[in-house]
Each structure stands twice: as structure tokens, then as C-alpha cells.
């Protein structure tokens, strides 16, 4: 009588998870670009978890006496408020740091909404094709044909301004380029053997499109999440800007840039110190997305 067959330990039949790691990680440190952008990307989520104990003091807080006080190396400025104060008294480092935690929760919540739509219209478009694939395409280049400044006005006019409905608006916009990256990785990979393997084995089409297709899809959308983390705080700044994002007292970027602009000439840190602390978080979302992208790119890999 034969001897049973050892069992194949579970650990022997897992993926090696931290060679992955390190190969990716070799790949994305090759550009010191990447490195910069992860590190300032890292900084901002470290300031916006611990915003309640960096900042010295509350976001919204008047301190009337010192209305417009300049930062603390210019002359006439104090140790007490160190990026100087807003025209109603609030100290700019302490609304700074509160409107980092704000511009990344409004970045996450509309790439979230936007990326879950997007690959289920996607995977539906480029696996159904024919008429379905028609429409929800043409719809697409629809929005896609206006200008994402525009539509997101129009979204948050319908929809009445605030920040919640300015997340929403963010995420409508940021839609069309899942849905199209999307069905073209699906369609891509639909023809591949080992999708008709699958087929052959007798997979129905929920398990094709999200077990079979959608894990091998993931990597140009990982790349465009990350890259639509900075288009959506660039709009959202820019909506605030108009008033129709987060509306004061709100610690928001654009809405500080807004409410301080007849003051650029007398006082120009309270516009400075927002518009530069939205251009590196726009800059080090965009490096790090394009580390990411070379790094997840086979094509690309030396």
C-alpha cells in the first residue's frame, strides 16, 4: 500500500509577499524624484493625524490683538504666532496644518468614490462591449469633452455648494479616466489564455470580471489613484476659491486663499503660505505617481 503524500506546508505554497515588496521597492527607489514625493506624501499624513497635537493653536480661534501679525521673521512678528496671523486674527501654521487633514480626506473620499464607480463601469463596458459599451463610452467622452473646472461648478451649482457636495462634484469629474483605463486593461486582458482557461473551467462572468480580469488591472489604477489625488485637491481648492467648496470658518486651502485676497498686497503670507502649501501637495502626489508608475510598469524596469 503506497504512503500518503506529504502535505505541502502553507507557507511553501504562498506567494514570497516580501520578495514582491523588495523588488518593487527597488524599482520605485530607483528615481530620487519618487523618493521625494513618498517622503513629503509621508509628511503630510503624519501632520494630518496628528494635527490636533502639532498645531499650537485651534484653527478657528480670533485672537483680535494680533490681526495680520506677520510671520515670525519679519519685523514686527512674534514667536507665539510663527507663519504670522489671518486678517481676522487666526494663526495661518495652526489653519495650514488643520487644512492638510482637510485636503486629504477630500482627496481619499472622492478618489474612493470615483475609482469604485469607475472600475465597475469599466469592467461592465470593456466585458459586455456591443450596445452597453456604447453608451456608457459616449457618455464618458461627454464629460470627458467639457472642462473638469467647469463641470465640477455645475455639479456643485446643482447640487448647492458645500464640501460635502464638493467631494461629490470632485469625484463626477475624476470618473471618466477609471471607466477608460478600465475597459482598456479589461479588453486587454479578456484575450489572454488564461481568461479562456477559466472559461473552459466553467467561471460565470461576476467571477471572470472581478477574480479573473481585475487583479491583473490593478496597477495603472493604482498609478491614476494616486495621480487623482492631487487633481482632487487642486479642484477642491479651487472650488473653495469660488465659495463653493468648504465654506468658512473651515480650515480649507482654497477658502483661505479666497478670503485673503484683498489682503495679497499689505499682507501677502496669508496668500503665499496656502497657494505653496497646495503646490507641494500637489507636486509630491504627482512624483510619487510617477514613481509608481515606473515602478509598476513592466515596460519600464531596466
Same mark, same amino acid.
Given at each position: 500500500? &503506497?504512503? +500518503?503524500a506529504?502535505p505541502?506546508?502553507v #507557507?511553501?505554497?504562498?506567494p514570497?509577499?516580501? @520578495?514582491l515588496?523588495?523588488?518593487?521597492?527597488?524599482?520605485?527607489?530607483?528615481?530620487r524624484g519618487a523618493?521625494i514625493?513618498?517622503a513629503l506624501?509621508?509628511?503630510?499624513?503624519?501632520?494630518?493625524?496628528?494635527?490636533?497635537?502639532i498645531?499650537?493653536?485651534?484653527?478657528?480661534?480670533?485672537y483680535r490683538?494680533f490681526?495680520l501679525t506677520p510671520?515670525a521673521w519679519?519685523e514686527?512678528g512674534?514667536a507665539r504666532?510663527?507663519l504670522?496671523?489671518d486678517p481676522v486674527?487666526r494663526?495661518v501654521?495652526s489653519?495650514?496644518?488643520?487644512?492638510t487633514?482637510l485636503s486629504?480626506?477630500?482627496?481619499l473620499?472622492?478618489?474612493?468614490?470615483?475609482l469604485s464607480?469607475g472600475v465597475?463601469?469599466?469592467?461592465v463596458a470593456?466585458?459586455v462591449?456591443?450596445?452597453?459599451?456604447t453608451?456608457?463610452?459616449?457618455?464618458m467622452?461627454?464629460m470627458? &469633452?467639457? +472642462?473638469s473646472l467647469?463641470l465640477?461648478i #455645475?455639479?456643485?451649482?446643482?447640487l448647492?455648494p @458645500?464640501?460635502v457636495?464638493a467631494m461629490y462634484?470632485i469625484?463626477i469629474v475624476?470618473l471618466?479616466?477609471?471607466v477608460?483605463?478600465?475597459r482598456a486593461?479589461v479588453?486587454?486582458?479578456?484575450?489572454?489564455?488564461?481568461?479562456a482557461?477559466s472559461?473552459?473551467?466553467?467561471?460565470?462572468?461576476m467571477?471572470?470580471?472581478?477574480?479573473?480580469?481585475?487583479?491583473?488591472c490593478?496597477?495603472?489604477?493604482?498609478?491614476q489613484a494616486t495621480?487623482?489625488?492631487?487633481?482632487?485637491?487642486?479642484?477642491?481648492a479651487?472650488?473653495?476659491?469660488l465659495?463653493?467648496?468648504?465654506?468658512?470658518?473651515?480650515p480649507?486651502?482654497?477658502?483661505?486663499?479666497?478670503s485673503?485676497l484683498?489682503?495679497?498686497?499689505r499682507?501677502p503670507w496669508v496668500?503665499?503660505l496656502?497657494g505653496?502649501?497646495i503646490?507641494?501637495?500637489v507636486l509630491?502626489?504627482?512624483?510619487?505617481?510617477?514613481?509608481?508608475?515606473d515602478?509598476?510598469?513592466p515596460?519600464l524596469?531596466?
Open positions: 500500500m &503506497a504512503e +500518503p506529504h505541502v506546508p #507557507a511553501a505554497t504562498m514570497p509577499v516580501v @520578495g515588496l523588495r523588488e518593487f521597492w527597488n524599482a520605485y527607489s530607483q528615481s523618493l514625493g513618498f506624501v509621508l509628511a503630510l499624513v503624519l501632520i494630518a493625524l496628528g494635527a490636533d497635537f498645531a499650537p493653536h485651534p484653527p478657528n480661534e480670533q490683538d490681526t510671520p519679519q514686527d512674534t504666532f510663527l504670522g496671523t486674527g494663526d501654521l489653519r495650514l496644518i488643520h487644512g487633514r486629504l480626506i477630500i482627496g473620499v472622492s478618489v474612493v468614490i470615483s464607480l465597475l463601469l469599466g469592467l470593456g466585458y462591449r456591443g450596445l452597453t459599451e453608451v456608457i463610452m459616449r457618455l467622452d461627454v470627458l &469633452a467639457l +472642462p467647469l465640477a #455645475a455639479v456643485v451649482a446643482i448647492s @458645500g464640501l457636495n462634484a469625484a475624476l471618466p479616466h477609471y477608460r483605463l478600465t486593461a479588453i486587454a486582458e479578456s484575450g489572454k489564455e488564461y481568461v482557461s472559461k473552459i473551467a466553467g467561471a460565470g462572468p467571477r471572470l470580471m472581478f477574480n479573473t480580469i481585475l487583479p491583473n490593478t496597477a495603472p489604477l493604482i498609478v495621480l487623482g489625488f492631487s487633481t482632487a485637491i487642486l479642484d477642491a479651487a472650488l473653495g476659491f465659495g463653493l467648496g468648504a465654506q468658512p470658518p473651515t480649507e486651502w482654497g477658502s483661505m486663499l479666497s485673503a484683498e489682503f495679497i498686497q499682507a496668500v503665499t496656502p505653496l502649501a503646490l507641494v501637495t509630491a502626489f504627482n512624483l510619487m505617481g510617477d514613481g509608481l508608475r515602478a509598476l510598469d515596460r524596469k531596466q
